[in-house]
């Protein structure tokens, strides 16, 4: 049977997959009395994923077109993961109460799902995720013939898999319904914006607003990555978005195809730290932590700041050193009729935020009310002389299925690591363990976690390393002094930068692809473009002040001084300002940025670094400018 002739079956899934959502998150089951436990949900949602995935992802690394044969093994399993699902649900009130005495039927079903989801993550998430999960496994009934503090209580089998496919602390838990609940509502946001043409206006205001400006058409990356990474939340899809369109641009104006890639690479990586809508990860953060989602979103807007100013520095000092000049006013959209004809694209995202810090509305139905208006509003007026018809409302909304599935299981896939190490309580021996490693120095450990995580991160997405590292390294952090916003946002930014660091790097990879370019050396070229990047999160984990938390002097002090050091860094890295810097100075530079980075209360000394720090920058500054006059001077002259 091919792709194509399933195409009926998929459509008809796809749209009972994002009804049970949105009639779930409507509280439809409350207002018609239909007693429903959430779990009973979540397997229902999960069996319309598993059969999609099975239906649509090869077993193989190439994706399936609409020509390609669909083989029984994986029809038959697709049918199985559903019929499985559904039986589970069906059964969930009593089941869950029965499985302690590891009934057939449930331990059947608990198989069949582990298996199932297993396969379907190696499908979805690669390789990496798939192979730590059945390591875990190994060593949840092997461990406890390990010596002294690795060893682990003894599991058996039956217990692992029972505990695996039905107990709500693993698959049908946190993670998942995180996933199901808050999640696929905001994709369902991004969608209806991006066929609604909210995706060309965002791309449209970054060319106006930057296209001008030396280096102009990477400044449009940035910007434009940044405005479609708050609805997007993955790096690859705001790449494949944004990038189609920035790439070229970029090649165009000079840039080379490596560096061009490794600048939208970075840009859109951003977006799962850019507030309001950020990736998959930080609701998780916000259930890990058990608190508001606007909470998160308030602590991450400094660093997401900081991580843009710090890419706009570098592109603008790197096309200032390769001569490359703005685009001509002619090319570029006119601010005043971008806005004329997208005005009320801001308005959802203004309803968002309303909802989420002054209404206290919970994130999925801040987003679902959103996504209302959203609709309305491209149906009536459109952007660009399209208005949204009735077809492509149904496509956008329907479509949200298809764009989420690996999600879905990569949170499913999440849930079965949490089980396992809720089983082996391996999570509180590592903690001792990177405790005892870094010596209780917190700049030791956090360089430790972040070394784990990138490690971690390669092959896998940032919701996989995010939950992992949630679980075995943040509790470290968290006795080592650092606060638990701090931690899990820490953890979930170098989950984050595993999508642009070599030897995997899927963002990075995904813009070579479209830049033609190398992909090796893109993936390179982008780790060097973003050294900040692996700086900021140290920044707001051994600063308070970063995460707005302290008084508004503070907050301010901190910000100015991170920025600074980032600009002195940024010149040392590039080698330019306004003129070539020599070696020497670049070194000299490098150290200044250093000690603008100390946060304050580093040590007692950190304090006289930053001012110190401060009057060189500005004394270097002064003296760049000046040479940079001279220089032009000499040259017109």
């Given at each position: 049977m091919s792709t194509k002739s399933l195409w009926p079956i998929n459509w008809i899934l796809q749209a009972?997959?994002?009804?049970?959502?949105?009639?779930?998150?409507?509280?439809?089951?409350?207002?018609?009395?239909?007693?429903?436990?959430?779990?009973?949900?979540?397997?229902?949602?999960?069996?319309?994923?598993?059969?999609?995935?099975?239906?649509?992802?090869?077993?193989?690394?190439?994706?399936?077109?609409?020509?390609?044969?669909?083989?029984?093994?994986?029809?038959?399993?697709?049918?199985?993961?559903?019929?499985?699902?559904?039986?589970?649900?069906?059964?969930?009130?009593?089941?869950?109460?029965?499985?302690?005495y590891r009934p057939l039927d449930g331990m059947i079903i608990a198989t069949v799902l582990v298996l199932l989801v297993l396969e379907a993550t190696r499908r979805t998430a690669g390789l990496a995720l798939t192979l730590v999960i059945l390591g875990l496994c190994a060593y949840a009934m092997l461990g406890f013939l390990l010596p002294g503090e690795f060893a682990s209580r003894p599991v058996e089998l039956s217990r692992l898999i029972a505990y695996l496919g039905v107990d709500t602390n693993a698959l049908l838990g946190q993670s998942l319904q995180v996933a199901i609940i808050v999640v696929l509502p905001f994709i369902l946001m991004g969608q209806i914006?991006?066929?609604?043409?909210?995706?060309?206006?965002?791309?449209?205001?970054?060319?106006?607003?930057?296209?001008?400006?030396?280096?102009?058409?990477a400044k449009i990356a940035v910007v434009g990555s940044g405005l479609f990474g708050m609805i997007s939340g993955s790096a690859v899809a705001n790449v494949a978005g944004v990038g189609i369109i920035t790439i070229p641009l970029m090649k165009r104006s000079g840039f080379p195809g490596t560096l061009a890639g490794a600048i939208e690479a970075i840009g859109s990586t951003g977006g799962q730290l850019m507030p309001p809508v950020m990736g998959a990860a930080a609701f998780l953060v916000a259930e890990y932590l058990q608190v508001p989602y606007r909470d998160v979103m308030i602590a991450a807007i400094l660093p997401a700041v900081l991580y843009y100013a710090a890419l706009f520095i570098q592109v603008d000092l790197e096309a200032a050193k390769r001569g490359i000049a703005g685009a001509p006013i002619d090319r570029l959209p006119a601010l005043g009729q971008v806005l004329r004809q997208g005005?009320?694209?801001?308005?959802?995202?203004?309803?968002?935020?309303?909802?989420?810090?002054?209404?206290?509305?919970?994130?999925?139905?801040?987003?679902?009310?959103?996504?209302i208006v959203l609709l309305a509003f491209a149906m009536t007026f459109g952007y660009g002389g399209k208005r949204l018809g009735w077809r492509d409302a149904i496509r956008s909304i329907v479509g949200t299925s298809a764009a989420v599935l690996d999600i879905v299981v990569v949170t499913a896939a999440a849930g079965l690591v949490i089980g396992v190490l809720n089983l082996t309580g391996v999570a509180f021996g590592l903690t001792m363990q990177l405790l005892t490693i870094s010596g209780h120095n917190t700049v030791i450990l956090l360089g430790v976690t972040a070394f784990v995580a990138i490690i971690l991160g390669m092959g896998m997405p940032t919701v996989g390393v995010y939950v992992i590292m949630a679980t075995l390294a943040a509790p470290a952090l968290i006795k080592a002094g650092i606060s638990p916003m701090q931690a899990h946002l820490f953890v979930m930014y170098f989950g984050m930068l595993s999508m642009v660091t070599p030897p995997v790097a899927f963002a990075a990879f995904t813009a070579a692809n479209i830049a033609q370019a190398d992909f090796w050396k893109t993936g390179w070229t982008a780790a060097r473009v973003g050294w900040s990047a692996y700086i900021v999160p140290f920044l707001f984990a051994l600063s308070p002040q970063l995460i707005l938390r302290g008084n508004p002097v503070e907050v301010t002090i901190s910000a100015v001084t991170a920025l600074l050091g980032v600009y002195m860094g940024s010149m040392a890295v590039v080698g330019y300002m306004q003129t070539a810097v020599a070696p020497p100075l670049r070194v000299l530079y490098l150290i200044v940025g250093i000690l603008l980075l100390f946060p304050v209360d580093l040590f007692p000394g950190a304090g006289i670094a930053n001012i110190v720090g401060f009057i060189a920058a500005v004394a270097a500054i002064g003296w760049e400018t000046m040479r940079g006059r001279a220089q032009r001077k000499l040259a017109a002259g």
């Open positions: 009972l997959l994002i009804l049970c959502v949105i009639a779930y998150v409507g509280d439809l089951p409350v207002i018609l009395n239909i007693p429903l436990f959430t779990e009973q949900f979540l397997a229902t949602v999960l069996g319309f994923t598993l059969v999609l995935v099975y239906f649509h992802c090869k077993p193989g690394p190439r994706p399936a077109d609409d020509s390609e044969h669909v083989p029984l093994w994986d029809i038959a399993a697709g049918i199985a993961g559903l019929a499985a699902c559904l039986y589970l649900a069906w059964r969930y009130p009593t089941l869950i109460n029965d499985m302690v914006l991006t066929r609604g043409g909210g995706a060309d206006f965002f791309t449209d205001i970054a060319m106006a607003a930057m296209g001008r400006y030396r280096g102009g058409s005005w009320h694209f801001p308005i959802p995202f203004a309803i968002l935020v309303l909802g989420l810090v002054y209404w206290n509305l919970q994130p999925e139905y801040a987003s679902l009310i959103a996504s």
